[in-house]
C-alpha cells in the first residue's frame, strides 16, 4: 500500500508539465546516455506521471523505471529552465522512496549494491565499514577535545578512492562479476571490511592531502575544534539519495545523538553534500536539530592567501549554485589567490561532473565527466579547481584538477 502523502507529493510534482522538453536542454544524463529520453529530463517527469496513473488506478505498475529515476544525477539544472516550474530532479527523489518502499524491482546488480551500502550504513556508519581507515588522515596532528566546535568530515574524501576503484572495477571485471561482488558483500555483511582492498591509490594520498590542507587552513585562521576520529559516522547521505527514507531517519537520529552526547554545538563542513544533508535533510526527520552547520570556508582568514596570477578555471559544485541559497565563498576566496574563469555552462545553466551517479551507473558518470572536462578544457589548458571530493574525485584525469583546498594552500602568504 502506497503512502497518500507520497502519491500526492508525485501528483503535485509531475502535473504542471506541457511536455515542452526544455529542460531535455540542460540535463546531462540524456546526451550521455546516447539520447535514451528514459534517462532525460522529461522522460523523468513523464514516467513519474505514469507512475502515478498507475499506483492511483491500480495500485501498482507493470513498468520498471527504476533505471529512469535512479540514473538522475539530482543537479537540478532542469527546473531553471521549465517554464512551469517542474523539478525533474525532485520527481526522481519522489519515486526513488516509492520504488524502495514498495520493493519494486531495481536491476539486480543495483539493488545488491544498494542493498550493500544500506546495510553497511546502518550497521558500521559508513557504507563500507570503514571509519578506522576513514581516519587515518588525521594521524599526528592535534585536536582540541573540549571544542564544542566539531570538524565533521562525514567521510566524504575517504570514500573517493573506494567509489572510484569500484568504477573501475565494473568496467575492467563486467557487470556480472560486479555484482556477485556487491552480492557477497551483501550477503556476508561482516566481510564488508575487505572492500578497504579495492581502494585507487593515489587519490587516496590526494584525498588526505587535501584533508590534511583543510585542517592546516583552519588552524591557521585560529579556529579551534575537535574531531571524532574512528568515532566520525558517515551523515547517511546515499540513504536519502536512495529513498531509503525510514533508514535515513533512524539513522539522522543516532548520528545527532551522537553529536550530543560530544557535547557538540557548532559543526564545520567540509564538502557540499554533507552539508546540505545536515543543513536541509537533517531538521526534516530529526526533532530539536539545533546545531549550528557552518561551512569551512565561512572560517577562513582571507588575509592569510598571497594574490596569485595563475588563471584557474573554477568547476561549482551544483548544490552550491543551482540550489537556494547560492554559496559564493568558494569563487570568492579563490579569486583572492588566482585569475577565476569559468566555463560558459556555470551559474544556473551548470553543469554536473556526473560523480553522484559513480557507484549504480558508472559508464554513466564517466561519460558526463568527460562532457564536462571537454567545457571546461576546450582549448585553454587552464587548471581546473573544484571545492567538492566528488567532483575532484570525477573529473580529475592524470592530477590535472585541483582541489579548492590545495590550491588555497599553496598561495599562503610567507
Ligand atoms: S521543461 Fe518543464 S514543462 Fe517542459 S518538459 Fe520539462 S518538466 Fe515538462
Ligand atoms: S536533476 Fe539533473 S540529471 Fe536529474 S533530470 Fe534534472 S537535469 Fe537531469
Not at 50 to 78: H, I
Not at 138 to 148: R, V
Not at 335 to 344: E, F, I, Q
Request: proline residues 5%; aromatic residues 10%.
Amino acid at each position: 500500500m502506497i503512502d497518500a502523502r507520497l502519491l500526492e507529493s508525485l501528483d503535485n510534482a509531475t502535473k504542471d508539465c506541457i511536455s515542452c522538453g526544455f529542460c531535455e536542454s540542460v540535463c546531462p544524463t540524456l546526451p550521455a546516455s546516447d539520447y535514451d529520453l528514459s534517462r532525460g529530463a522529461r522522460g523523468r517527469v513523464l514516467l513519474g506521471r505514469a507512475l502515478y496513473k498507475d499506483l492511483k488506478e491500480k495500485g501498482a505498475t507493470e513498468v520498471n523505471v527504476a533505471d529512469s529515476f535512479y540514473s538522475c544525477l539530482d543537479c537540478f539544472a532542469c527546473v531553471h529552465v521549465c517554464p512551469a516550474g517542474v523539478n525533474a530532479g525532485e520527481v526522481s527523489d519522489i519515486a526513488k522512496e516509492i520504488i524502495t518502499a514498495t520493493g519494486s524491482p531495481l536491476e539486480s546488480q543495483k539493488k545488491n549494491v544498494a542493498t550493500m551500502i544500506v546495510n553497511s550504513t546502518m550497521k558500521y556508519g559508513n557504507p563500507l565499514g570503514l571509519r578506522k581507515k576513514a581516519a587515518s588522515w588525521s594521524e599526528g596532528l592535534e585536536f582540541d577535545g573540549s571544542s564544542k566546535t566539531l570538524l565533521y568530515t562525514g567521510n566524504m574524501y575517504q570514500l573517493m578512492p573506494f567509489s572510484k576503484s569500484m568504477g573501475a572495477m565494473k568496467a575492467k571485471l563486467g557487470n556480472r562479476a560486479a555484482e556477485r561482488i556487491a552480492g557477497y558483500f551483501k550477503s556476508h555483511p561482516q566481510f564488508i571490511k575487505l572492500s578497504g582492498m579495492f581502494q585507487d591509490r593515489t587519490t587516496r594520498e590526494e584525498m588526505e592531502n587535501s584533508l590534511r590542507n583543510i585542517y592546516a587552513l583552519l588552524r591557521k585562521s585560529g579556529a579551534d575544534f575537535n574531531y571524532l576520529g574512528e568515532k566520525e559516522p558517515y551523515p547517511g547521505t546515499f540513504l536519502y539519495d536512495l529513498g531509503y527514507m525510514e533508514e535515513f531517519k533512524e539513522y539522522a537520529n543516532t548520528v545527532a545523538d551522537l553529536f550530543r552526547s560530544e557535547g557538540v554545538r557548532r559543526i564545520i563542513t567540509i564538502d557540499p553534500h554533507t552539508h546540505n544533508v545536515l543543513k536541509n535533510n537533517y531538521p526534516g526527520v530529526v526533532k530539536n536539530f539545533d546545531f549550528e552547520i557552518v561551512y569551512y570556508l565561512d572560517l577562513l582568514d582571507n588575509k592569510m592567501f598571497e594574490p596569485g596570477e595563475e588563471d584557474i578555471e573554477y568547476h561549482e559544485p551544483c548544490y552550491f549554485t543551482l540550489r537556494e541559497p547560492v554559496y559564493r565563498e568558494p569563487e570568492k576566496t579563490l579569486s583572492l589567490a588566482g585569475n577565476v574563469h569559468k566555463p560558459r555552462r556555470s551559474g544556473k545553466n551548470n553543469f554536473c561532473c556526473g560523480g553522484p551517479s559513480e557507484l549504480l551507473y558508472p559508464e554513466l558518470a564517466h561519460s558526463v565527466s568527460e562532457r564536462r572536462r571537454e567545457q571546461l578544457e576546450a582549448g585553454r589548458g587552464r587548471r581546473v579547481v573544484t571545492a567538492c571530493p566528488i567532483c575532484y574525485a570525477n573529473l580529475n584525469r592524470d592530477r590535472d584538477v585541483t582541489d579548492i583546498a590545495n590550491y588555497l594552500s599553496e598561495h599562503i602568504k610567507g
